[in-house]
């Protein structure tokens, strides 16, 4: 399986940036990179994905390096909602597009 | 679209009963994904399905676990003779998979935690 890298926790100031780095350096050419995050006790929450092109939606943005070893996911303005653990992750290496891999995801805490 | 549903939200069983979880997913999809998750853990997978065809299944799906998705719209998963060890959050997930751009973007319910006394 494409394994995936990321810092066990993070701190982040409410209203700052948050970056949130991820190493995937065994992903494949034609496998996308999402982000997940799960707030305790609720189902993980769908981000973004990115395949090659940085990604930006309502919620974050998505910076892929150009060898595609690694990505950071960026939170413009945090705020103590953004409290979560993030998961970064792809499928499993090769052709298979099934199923998702998780990791153990990065605590991300927002302090005031 | 209400999301993906799951139920029950929470059981709490007796070491040896069976359960059985219900998950409603979006009705456009015709992927669905079981996943397990224990505390302090990234989600597990257990098995997915592509319309009423299961496609994969995990080592982790032991001969007391079972899934169906029968008309290829909810799905159930079974639990037999439950064990202590079976404790823990059931995530079901679905997706669109259209195959032309690769992306498989999932949408997970709540979840069903599961507590075996």
């Known amino acids: 399986d494409a394994k995936t890298t990321q810092p066990t926790s993070m701190d982040c100031a409410e209203g700052r940036a948050a970056n949130l780095p991820c190493n995937h350096s065994t992903i494949s050419g034609n496998e996308y990179v999402y982000w997940y995050r799960q707030i305790h006790s609720q189902g993980p929450q769908y981000i973004i994905h990115?395949?090659?092109n940085n990604e930006t939606n309502e919620m974050a943005s998505l910076i892929i390096t150009e060898d595609r070893k690694s990505s950071t996911l960026i939170l413009p303005h945090a705020t103590l909602r953004d409290t979560a653990v993030y998961y970064c992750?792809?499928?499993?290496?090769?052709?298979?597009?099934?199923?998702?891999?998780f990791g153990q995801g990065t605590i991300l805490t927002v302090h005031p | 679209d209400t999301g993906v549903s799951q139920n029950p939200r929470h059981k709490i069983t007796k070491r040896g009963q069976n359960v059985t979880f219900r998950c409603d997913p979006i009705s456009e999809h015709n992927r669905l994904y079981w996943y397990r998750q224990t505390l302090g853990q990234g989600p597990e997978f257990l098995t997915y399905?592509?319309?009423?065809?299961?496609?994969?299944k995990s080592r982790l799906l032991s001969d007391r676990f079972s899934a169906e998705r029968p008309k290829g719209s909810f799905s159930t998963l079974e639990i037999q003779r439950t064990e202590q060890g079976d404790s823990a959050m059931y995530l079901c997930?679905?997706?669109?998979?259209?195959?032309?751009?690769?992306?498989?973007?999932?949408?997970f319910g709540a979840g069903s935690r599961l507590t075996v006394l």
């Open positions: 990115g395949l090659k």
């Open positions: 997930a679905s997706s669109l998979w259209t195959g032309a751009t690769g992306a498989n973007v999932l949408t």
């Open positions: 992750m792809g499928p499993p290496g090769g052709t298979s597009y099934g199923k998702l891999t």
């Open positions: 399905f592509q319309n009423e065809a299961q496609l994969e």
